[in-house]
């Protein structure tokens, strides 16, 4: 268990946001998704079958819809992000876990929130959530110059402003693509997920982050 290298106290905690700490995917996703979709059906003048093909290509190749556009067209990061993450009733579209507070409080060491998510849309769901609290620092992806998950670069942007050595990092994250970036980085991993299938750069599995503490705890001793 990689976790094992270093006492917990002494753990760095980088956690994602979407579908870690909160379920993105019972209203948020489904909604960010109509809203990209909207953008490219505008800027290209392309139907939404078309929209949903460049979406999901995007997404599967580079990550992020937005890093596709940025690299073949040229889009503005700061617009896209803005277009397509309009949410008025962004509050009580956050579904999570009261327990998730409770489990950040138990968990020893250092926590850095780290989301590809704009600034004004981080912001809503973290005060919701109620999490602010006890995280050191809290990134959007403006924190790491647009260049975030998977790449190394917006990573790399973090573990130099808080001069970090990877080895004491982890990444607690759901997309197993920033997993085996942080991996490759010299990073921890812990997968947020209900699936059972084990990944060679996975050093942690969870099905929610409130299990988080116990496990680690219990590998440490």
């Not at 109509?34 to 460049?54: C, H, S």
């Not at 556009?69 to 962004?90: M, S």
């Not at 250092?110 to 998510?117: G, Q």
Request: charged residues 25%; contains cysteine.
């Amino acid at each position: 268990m990689r976790l094992i290298g270093l006492p917990p106290s002494r753990r760095v905690w980088f956690f994602d946001l979407d579908n870690t700490l909160h379920d993105a995917h019972a209203h948020i996703f489904p909604a960010m998704h109509d809203q990209i979709n909207a953008y490219l059906m505008r800027r290209f003048a392309i139907d939404e079958a078309g929209a949903n093909a460049m979406r999901r290509g995007f997404w599967e190749k580079y990550g992020t819809t937005m890093n596709g556009l940025v690299r073949h067209h040229g889009t503005n990061p700061a617009e896209f992000l803005w277009a397509t993450h309009q949410f008025p009733e962004l509050g009580d579209m956050v579904v999570h876990e009261n327990a998730v507070r409770h489990a950040l409080a138990r968990l020893p060491g250092r926590k850095i929130l780290y989301s590809n998510a704009p600034r004004h849309y981080v912001d809503v769901v973290v005060r919701t959530l109620g999490v602010a609290r006890y995280f050191d620092a809290v990134y959007s992806i403006e924190s790491s110059r647009y260049r975030g998950k998977p790449s190394m670069a917006g990573f790399r942007v973090l573990l130099r402003r808080h001069h970090l050595d990877p080895a004491r990092c982890a990444l607690v994250d759901d997309m197993l693509e920033n997993l085996r970036t942080a991996k490759r980085l010299g990073m921890a991993t812990v997968w947020v997920s209900g699936e059972k299938r084990n990944v060679s750069y996975v050093d942690l599995r969870v099905a929610s982050v409130t299990q988080l503490p116990g496990l680690v705890f219990r590998y440490s001793h």
